[in-house]
């Protein structure tokens, strides 16, 4: 058979998705010519950055290395399983960068050597969930807010600058059924310690001073069931006290309110207390009318990650399986706590984002520790500009434009990766499946040799 | 591949009429086959089963297990897993959670040691069907599929409202196809939609919803109406409107009537059968008798029943505004979930108490239910799994079924207002073991038209459990002493051996191509992700099954 020619031809790829924030768009059309991405149609300059980066990476060049020398995909995993096999009280994280298949094979890895297991180093989820699991939450999806909201509320959360096409595709001018002219048929209020990009394109504006998100949404409480303020709050939260009335009546007056909260609110003085009293006041405003809460997430598919963990193990993220079943503690078990205690002998970090860099702090103790690391953000050389030297580096093709898979949207809404690019990077599910099998074998030459040892009965 | 030999059971086989019998089974390749001609030919391995009670794998047709609000019960319940005691892990089994909502792995393995090995989820929002299909498989050993909410979708309610049944069909097909469903599940018809828009429901069958005017009425006969013309294996399935508001017996049976002799599945009846009104709970009372008699004299409807059972657990329904009155009653946290595609959810935590008159009563008509139904193969077991208990309550609920002495023990203890409430106490009636075997595997497969379940003759899935007789029938149902999937001894002696994947049932009844295109301008004016992105390709599937739709199976 003659072997196929080189294509040059210019492909069009629809309906193909960017995972570069929450919105996680699924209309982008992607223009493919010579092995590169040309055009993003539809993309925002966040994703069209990413989608028209240099993904050609060369093919030629090692894909692993182990304490800096190149070493065979095979002979690294075997290292890596080596180091997570031997160790007594692994740490593993990462997981947002990654398809809903490599997560649950990661959270497979975890279980199987007892590690210690969270999603990424910030703790800003960490609030929320505590929160989530203090009162419950009253949420919806995104097109519920395309076709019914009349009020759009961002606290603490500038989607216009992190969330670009959020006001186009769900809250702002987005056209619903309920809502046919748009940003017509919505009032949107932004409440922020400064004038952020979508505060300008708010009808209203609420200037509050730093760290007083919890009394302001305390006092809309009371507000919101009739109990007046005691006295002003005008010189502790700067906004008029009249001008907070009128938004508790506002909030209870709308047909359908949401409440899109961010780290402004989740990672400022009072912190999971914030969030709390956010989905408190949201729920107290149920008895008048509906309305829902809802946070921002980050980029990548944090969504996956938190939804895989949990129906894997039962809780969240911030999970431990070293008793060899999964405890929770949200504070204990968190990467980022686990690493400034000084704890965990060995580390793999699965699918590193530069987007979100370590702390010195998780960078001293990871330095000190034999450590795996799997990344698709890179070219194929040495050193990588992360702050400590992995023992065991793996390259991996890069998720939604290599690698096929699922990813979560900010509302929990499941939707399919399809590859538009090859790559000749192994891909992050076979990687973690290997090093896991590799583990597993491990384990049992390890439980034969006891057996051995015990002798015959 | 192997034969399999269980030789010497006390076989209780209902569908064949085989009630205690002795006998032997062959399964072959997984599947149950006759005893082979060739009298050489031996088996691969021989169960000796003296003594032990043979029945087919259970089914569970309408249970919670998988899905965005099953998640969403996880992470806002750890306290309810901490609580628990944990499953750990194994070389060859995963480690888990459990209280009332556990994770993937304990799910499969906790259903299949206790013999079962199908279970349905029963309320899949459309949006999320992609996410219960990657759930399942992390779900070992059961076979599994989903019902897919329709009853407040707007594009449906639209056909209804216009009369126009030829879409509404299609579109039924469509999303049954697009979404790797396998039935159909209304939940409070229309009551959602009203719900999201400031009211509080339906009051009747003909309160119309807003802005489409077609009525509860209108969206249950539509609906098990294009069941049937879809030829579905499985009846429309009704969750009713107005669950736990006292007086709504006049609701469901006002639904029953309406449906004029078309089939339907009345699920979860013991939430929908109270009497009383909504503002003086002194006169909150059971209403089964009127119920079970019209029940009794129309056989194209069927039934599960929603027991009730005391204790911790955690209420999850797609009907968002029973989750919203549930949190202002206990006071306790809640979670609300409205999806576009249109379904709702609600979760909150409960608790039910022997000396709470309400929660008593509560689980006295779900008794009622089980005792007053002349067919058992008209009437399936569930707690609604795990509304009003966990699944893991099935075999005290058996142990209830078994023993009028029983019942009068815990009668004896609970709120004394039950007795005089209800007719429990009379009712004499002691179910067999056979009828135990109908109401746990028989019926519920037959419901389900899933013609490979349910049973042990020639032909059908080699799923066997064998009990150890007791006269603890808890201690009998709890611990199998072992249970057989597809051939293979998976649980041995209450111990896990084996975790193979179960496979997705799911139909693909046929449409009219040509009524897609209003179907994909409907999807792209009003929703937030592609038309083209929406179907689950068979990548989701794993092992499946396929039921045709005049019952046939294609694996």
Known sequence: MASAPIPTLTMAYPNRICNQCGCVCDDIVLTVEAGTITHAEHACDKGRAWFLANHSYSAEGPKAWVKGQPFSLTAAIDTAAEILFHARYPLIFGLADLPCEAQRQAVSVADRVGACLDTTLSDEHGAFDAAFQEVGEVTCSLGEVKNRADLVIFWGTDPVTSHPRHGERFSLEAKGLFTPRGRADRFVVVVDVEETATAKQADLFLKIQKDCDFEVLWALRGLVRGVPLRESMQKQTGIEDKVLLEFSNRMKGCRFGILFFGPGLCATRGRQRNAEAALRLVKDLNDFTRFYAKPMSGPGNVSGAENVVCWQTGYPPSVHFGQGFPRYNLAEYSAKEVLSRGEADAAMMVAYDPKTPFSPAACKRLSSLPTILLTSHTENQLPLEIGFRPTVIILTALYGICEAGTVFRMDDTPLPLRPVLSSTRPFALDVLTNLEKRIQELQTQRHVAMKNEQGPR | ?555
């Not at chain 2, 062959?26 to 149950?32: A, M, P, Q, R, S």
């Not at chain 2, 609000?69 to 901490?82: F, G, Q, S, W």
């Not at chain 2, 802005?211 to 249950?220: D, N, Y």
């Not at chain 2, 209830?400 to 009712?427: C, F, G, T």
């Open chain 2, 1 to 555: 591949m192997a034969l399999l030999k269980i030789s010497q059971a006390i076989i209780h086989d209902p569908a064949q009429g085989i009630n205690g019998s002795i006998g032997d089974l062959w399964i072959k390749d997984g599947i149950l086959c006759s005893p082979p001609a060739d009298l050489a030919q031996t088996p691969d391995r021989v169960l000796d089963a003296r003594g032990l009670v043979a029945m087919a794998g259970g089914v569970d047709m309408h249970c919670h297990i998988a899905g965005p609000k099953v998640n969403l019960a996880r992470k806002m319940r750890p306290e309810d897993k901490r609580q628990a005691l944990p499953i750990r892990r194994t070389p060859n089994t995963r480690s888990g959670t459990v209280g009332s909502v556990p994770n993937t792995f304990a799910t499969g393995y906790l259903y299949s040691g206790m013999g079962y090995t199908t279970a349905l989820d029963a309320a899949i929002p459309p949006l999320s069907a992609r996410h219960a299909l990657q759930e399942f498989q992390d779900i070992p050993i059961l076979d599994k599929g989903f019902l897919i909410l329709l009853g407040n979708n707007h594009y449906a309610l639209r056909q209804i409202a216009q009369g126009e049944a030829g879409r509404l069909r299609d579109f039924a097909a469509w999303i049954l196809n697009a979404s790797g469903a396998f039935g159909i599940k209304l939940v409070n018809p229309g009551g959602i939609e009203n719900w999201k828009n400031g009211r509080r429901g339906m009051t009747d069958l003909d309160t119309t919803v807003e802005h489409f005017g077609c009525t509860a009425r209108q969206i249950i006969t539509s609906l098990a109406q294009t069941v049937m013309d879809l030829g579905l294996p499985h009846a429309a399935h009704i969750h009713c409107n107005n669950l736990g508001v006292p007086g709504n017996f006049d609701t469901t049976l006002a639904t029953m009537q309406a449906l004029e002799g078309r089939r339907a599945h009345f699920t979860h009846i013991q939430f929908h059968s109270y009497g009383g009104h909504p503002d003086d709970q002194s006169l909150f009372c059971s209403e089964t008798v009127r119920l079970a008699d019209y029940f009794n004299r129309n056989k194209n409807l069927t039934t599960d029943v929603g027991q009730v059972l005391f204790g911790e657990t955690t209420s999850m329904t797609g009907d968002g505004p029973v989750g919203y009155y549930l949190s202002k009653i206990t006071g306790r946290k809640w979670a609300n979930s409205d999806t576009e595609m249109e379904a709702g959810c609600g979760i909150v935590p409960i608790t039910y108490k022997e000396k709470s008159f309400v929660h008593a009563l509560q689980w006295a008509i779900g008794l009622e239910w089980y005792l007053l139904v002349d067919d058992p193969w008209r009437i399936a077991m569930s707690t609604d799994h795990p509304n009003g208990a966990s699944f893991l309550a099935y075999p005290e609920i058996i142990a209830q079924l078994m023993s009028k002495n029983y019942r009068d023990e815990i009668l004896a203890r609970v709120h004394p207002k039950v007795a005089e409430k209800s007719r429990l106490s009379e009712l004499d009636r002691e179910y067999s073991l056979n009828e135990i075997a109908i109401i746990t595997r028989s019926a519920p497969a037959r419901m389900l038209g899933l013609s490979n379940k349910g049973h042990l003759a020639p032909g059908a899935d080699g799923d066997v459990v064998l009990y150890q007789p007791d006269h603890d029938r808890r201690r009998m149902f709890e611990f199998p002493r072992y249970v057989i999937k597809s051939g293979s001894v998976i649980i041995d002696n209450a111990e896990v051996r084996q975790t193979p994947a179960g496979q997705l049932f799911h139909v693909r009844p046929d449409h009219d191509h040509g009524a897609i295109p209003d179907i994909r301008k409907w999807f792209e004016s009003f929703y937030t992700i592609g038309f083209d992105n929406y179907p689950v390709d068979e990548s989701y599937f794993a092992k499946h099954c396929l039921v045709r739709c005049d019952g046939s199976l294609l694996t």
